[in-house]
């Protein structure tokens, strides 16, 4: 499970709180912080056999849609 954030909303969202020295350190704390006052939804990772399945379906469902 990850979190998928916006970047240009984080980047807005740092500058507010005036982060102006720029470090991956500083980047990981205002991000844990930011998560943690406003909460983003949870986002899985679907193993690669259900993306390929999910791929072939797409694949199929077009060239049905094509037939019609």
Do not use: C, F, G
């Not at 500058?15 to 500083?26: A, I, P, R």
């Amino acid at each position: 499970r990850y979190v998928m954030m916006n970047p240009l909303e984080a980047k807005r969202k740092t500058k507010d709180d005036l982060h102006q020295n720029k470090t991956d350190k500083l980047d990981a704390m205002y991000l844990a912080k930011m998560q943690s006052e406003h909460p983003q939804r949870l986002a899985y990772v679907q193993s690669e056999e259900y993306q390929e399945l999910m791929a072939n379906n797409r694949i199929y469902e077009q060239a049905s849609h094509d037939l019609i």
